[in-house]
Structures are given as structure tokens and as C-alpha cells.
């Protein structure tokens, strides 16, 4: 794989050659490879389609999980979740040691304590990380799901980004169950905070408990408005929201 340079941009194929734009820049490449009846039948390539199985299986489990979440995630995340997120699974199904290679599951995986704690502290926007912006400690209730933080002064405890005037918190519980798919996820009531000296104590309490079966989830997303004219608009589209997943049981 090459970068493309100079006067003249373009995107297609040239003759053996492949043009195309990415997040990281005008790449080239040269068309050619293994032929797929090969990849599909030949012995020699065994290892690569238990690779490709399992990195399937890596990806469906990852839109599994956005799709859930959708609704938080839509107000944080970063160009390259997906990928961080198949990254992040690809680590935890090597911890299915009920199946075979190439049937490894990242949902086999997340019944064991290590891919459990692989998941946990997972930042959907990489460019603006829950512990970094509320660094405070706070009380996760994990039969209810209630996310406590005492004794918070905004203007003190809260790292916010540059125009913000105002923040909102909001958290949900989740079970998931990333084999069949199915999941239960509630969600507390949205609390919108201005950016100030008092000392709050925000309490998020998920509106019940989810009854389905699977892992459970507790995630929090902090949101950041800037105030004009008495109307509350998102900062920067929200490239400064924060959604983290606190725990996984």
C-alpha cells in the first residue's frame, strides 16, 4: 500500500492499480492476491479462514453492541470506533475456551472475568475519555444500576472543554446478549448542569432493571452545552462528550 502525492488527486483503478481516499489520506494499491476459491478450499490457508471467521464474528458482535447503545452513541463518539471497538472483541474472544479455532465467540468470551475487565473503562470517543474529564470518584450500585457522584463542584472537579457553560449527565444499564443478539437497555432521566462554584451531588437512577438475559452494561455519557441567548446548543457538535462503559458483570 502506497500514499498518493502530488499535483493530481483521484479515486478508481488504473489498469493493475487501485486509487481511493480513507480517513488517513489518498491511498494506492496494487490489484492482485490469492484467489478466493483458494482462500475458501485450500488447506494451506486453514488458519486464515478460522482468522476471518472469528474477525466476522468480531464485527457483527461490535454492531451488536452499537446498535443497543445507539442513542449515546449518536451524541459521542470518534471516526474510528468501529474499529476500536472489533480491536477491543478481537482481544476478548480469545478468551472462549469452550470452542474450537476458528468458532471462538466474543460472547463465550465475556462470560469470564478477563473479558469482562477487557471491556470495562471501553471510551467511545477516544478523543475525550470519561476519567480524564470527571476525574471525581463516584458509586456504581451494580444491582440497580445508579451511578452516584457526591460532593461535585463543576467549576473544580470537572475538566471541560474551552466556550462550555453548561453539561448534562445521563446513564443506562444494559443487558446484552452478544450470541442471539437480544438486549434490554433503561436509561436514568437526562440531569442539564450549569458549569459553576456550587456543589451538586448528581444521582442517575435507570428508569428499572433490565429483565433479559446476557452481560450486564453500565454505561455514563456527559454531554457539554455552550448557552447563548438563554438557548442551550451542543459544543462543537459534541466532539467533547464523553460515554464510557464503568463496569461489566
Same mark, same amino acid.
Given at each position: ?79 474510528? *470506533?468501529?474499529?476500536?471497538? =472489533? ?5 476478548? $474472544?480469545? &478468551?472462549?475456551? %469452550? ?104 444521582? *442517575?437512577?435507570?428508569?428499572? =432493571? ?5 452481560? $450486564?452494561? &453500565?454505561?455514563? %455519557? ?28
Amino acid at each position: 500500500m502506497a500514499r498518493q502525492s502530488g499535483l493530481f488527486n483521484f479515486e478508481g483503478t488504473l489498469d493493475n492499480v487501485t486509487f481511493y481516499k480513507t480517513a488517513d489520506g489518498l491511498l494506492v494499491r496494487k490489484k492482485g492476491g490469492v484467489s478466493k476459491n483458494r482462500l475458501l478450499h485450500d488447506p494451506a490457508f486453514i488458519r486464515a479462514r478460522e482468522n476471518g471467521a472469528e474477525f466476522g464474528n468480531c464485527a457483527k458482535s461490535a454492531g451488536k453492541l452499537r446498535k443497543s447503545v445507539s442513542m449515546f452513541v449518536y451524541m459521542a463518539k470518534d471516526s474510528k *470506533l468501529s474499529s476500536r471497538l =472489533i480491536k477491543v472483541f478481537f482481544v476478548i $474472544k480469545k &478468551y472462549d475456551s %469452550l470452542n474450537v479455532r476458528g468458532e471462538r465467540s466474543v460472547g463465550q468470551g465475556l462470560t469470564t472475568s478477563l473479558g469482562k475487565s477487557t471491556l470495562k473503562g471501553f471510551d467511545f470517543n477516544r478523543n475525550a475519555k470519561w476519567h480524564t474529564i470527571v476525574p471525581s470518584p463516584y458509586v456504581l450500585d451494580t444491582v440497580t444500576g445508579t451511578v452516584t457522584i457526591a460532593d461535585f463542584n463543576p467549576s473544580e472537579h470537572l475538566n471541560f472543554p474551552d466556550g462550555a457553560t453548561h453539561f448534562s449527565l445521563q446513564n443506562a444499564f444494559l443487558h446484552i446478549d452478544l450470541t442471539t443478539g437480544a438486549y434490554e437497555i433503561l436509561y436514568s432521566d437526562l440531569f442539564n448542569y450549569p458549569i459553576s462554584n456550587a456543589v451538586i451531588n448528581p444521582t *442517575l437512577v435507570p428508569s428499572g =432493571i433490565p429483565t433479559a438475559s446476557g452481560t $450486564k452494561l &453500565y454505561l455514563v %455519557l456527559i454531554e457539554f452545552f455552550q448557552e447563548v441567548n438563554g438557548i442551550q446548543y451542543a459544543l462543537n457538535n459534541g466532539a467533547f462528550n464523553a460515554l464510557t462503559i464503568l463496569d461489566v458483570l
